[in-house]
């Protein structure tokens, strides 16, 4: 947290768009810590090229208290979110996303105990090529059966340029990937959904 707090007050000194990592916040593996990761950039100014990852041989879990998100990114460009493990357990939804994911990149992250929704993304949007929002090497593993693994509803954005690749969302839960809105330049790809009453919903 207080590392995103340097990098928001000092934004000016970083370039505000770019195609490579300025900033790599490294969180030490085998620790549990009472932090979010919250970017919003409707609200505030941030740089282009923020990585925060877990080093180490084990994981970092990420468990605050509370009920909000445990990462929340909302209009965004080139975020990468790399290797925790989030403890969701008695909060409807683990990571928020909403508006531009300009190259917004989520890998390797095992999320658990949610009760509505692994992944919320409301009007998402990436950027052709590869500025697609990224999804990669998540595991769900939904906390109540009436949950979601991965839902995509209306926003402020039509839903555009996701990838969904190597992904397992394991139930039982009510359905896997829920997209809730019209959808265009969206991957699926090598990826499980177990223990869901309905494995893909498609509607708009």
């Known amino acids: 947290a207080k590392a995103l707090q340097y990098v928001h007050a000092h934004h000016a000194d970083y370039r505000g768009t770019g195609r490579r990592i300025q900033v790599t916040i490294e969180v030490l593996g085998g620790a549990t810590y009472a932090e979010p990761i919250e970017i919003d950039g409707n609200k505030q100014s941030w740089p282009a090229g923020i990585a925060i990852v ?10 605050p208290a509370g009920k909000d998100p445990i990462i929340r990114l909302h209009q965004v460009q080139f975020v990468q979110v790399r290797g925790f493990h989030l403890k969701a357990s008695g909060r ?5 996303l909403a508006g531009g994911q300009d190259q917004v990149q ?11 929704a692994g992944v919320r993304a409301t ?9 697609v929002l990224q999804l990669k090497g998540l595991v769900l593993k ?51 959904i177990q223990g869901a009453q309905v494995g893909l919903q498609l509607s708009g």
Do not use: R, W
Not at 54 to 63: E, I, Y
């Open 54 to 63: 877990t080093t180490g041989l084990s994981p970092a879990t990420l468990a």
């Open 92 to 96: 409807p939804v683990a990571i928020d």
């Open 106 to 116: 989520l890998q390797q992250l095992t999320i658990e105990g949610f009760g509505q």
């Open 123 to 131: 009007g998402v949007s990436g950027e052709p090529s590869q500025d």
């Open 142 to 192: 939904a906390g109540q059966p009436q949950a979601v693994g991965l839902q995509f509803a209306k926003g402020g954005y039509p839903t555009a340029y996701v990838q969904v690749q190597g992904c397992q969302v394991i139930g039982p839960l009510a359905i896997g990937i829920q997209l809730d809105d019209n959808v265009s330049s969206m991957v699926i790809q090598e990826s499980i």
